[in-house]
Antibody
Framework: EVQLVESGGGLIQPGGSLRLSCAAS????????MSWVRQAPGKGLEWVSV???????YYADSVKGRFTISRDNSKNTLYLQMNSLRAEDTAVYYC??????????????WGQGSLVTVSS | DIQMTQSPSSLSASVGDRVTITCRAS??????LNWYQQKPGKAPKLLIY???SLQSGVPSRFSGSGSGTDFALTISSLQHEDFANYYC?????????FGQGTKVEIK
């Protein structure tokens, strides 16, 4: 059974750093595209970052230069290192597996979400 | 970036109603369009991928249509468990953007 379990969220002051983890089971993280998607309180979904199976990484403009996506193949775990955090980064962060079906990618499995609150 | 615009932002409907939510892309995205359902406090759930393919385990009352710039999600007969937020998402290019969401409420 595919499962994604996030951890690492919490309350952090503006300018601070936090690392989110997403432990996967039931599939191999490094063989898949893996993304982070966030949702600010009461708002819609925003794609944040992706790491491809080949290792290429991409970011939303809103986090580029501040966030880093990575994975640890030995732990089958995805990470999101978040630096220089701002109030507008406050959100529930979801990790999601991205699969390609009929040439179109979609997010077929999601974690339960990890709340990050940036506030002084 | 490709912008995704959903309409309506919210709707009220009764159990048994036929409901249609539309999603328009700011440029052609072929069939690179997915639909998700999200209930309060829960992660999104994939309903429809590639514009019209039903995800495994999703009831057949959900259907998707469209290509290019205009898409629709239809629920043929609304059930109690369908009251939720619905989002479209394109996967045509990076960044993959979502629509702003449609809240389906009980009338």
């Amino acid at each position: 059974e595919v499962q994604l379990v996030e951890s690492g969220g919490g309350l952090i002051q503006p300018g601070g750093s936090l690392r989110l983890s997403c432990a996967a089971s039931g599939f191999i993280v490094s063989n898949n595209y893996m993304s982070w998607v966030r949702q600010a309180p009461g708002k819609g979904l925003e794609w944040v970052s992706v790491i491809y199976s080949g290792g290429n990484t991409y970011y939303a403009d809103s986090v580029k230069g501040r966030f880093t996506i990575s994975r640890d193949n030995s732990k089958n775990t995805l990470y999101l290192q978040m630096n220089s955090l701002r109030a507008e980064d406050t959100a529930v962060y979801y990790c999601a597996r991205e699969v390609m079906v009929r040439g179109v990618s979609n997010f077929d499995y999601w974690g339960q979400g990890s709340l990050v609150t940036v506030s002084s | 970036d490709i912008q995704m615009t959903q309409s309506p932002s919210s709707l009220s409907a009764s159990v048994g109603d036929r409901v249609t939510i539309t999603c328009r892309a700011s440029q052609s995205i072929s069939r690179y369009l997915n639909w998700y359902q999200q209930k309060p406090g829960k992660a999104p759930k994939l309903l429809i991928y590639a514009a019209s393919s039903l995800q495994s385990g999703v009831p057949s009352r959900f259907s998707g249509s469209g290509s290019g710039t205009d898409f629709a999600l239809t629920i043929s007969s609304l059930q109690h468990e369908d009251f939720a937020n619905y989002y479209c998402q394109h996967s045509y290019s990076i960044p993959q953007t979502f629509g702003q969401g449609t809240k389906v409420e009980i009338k």
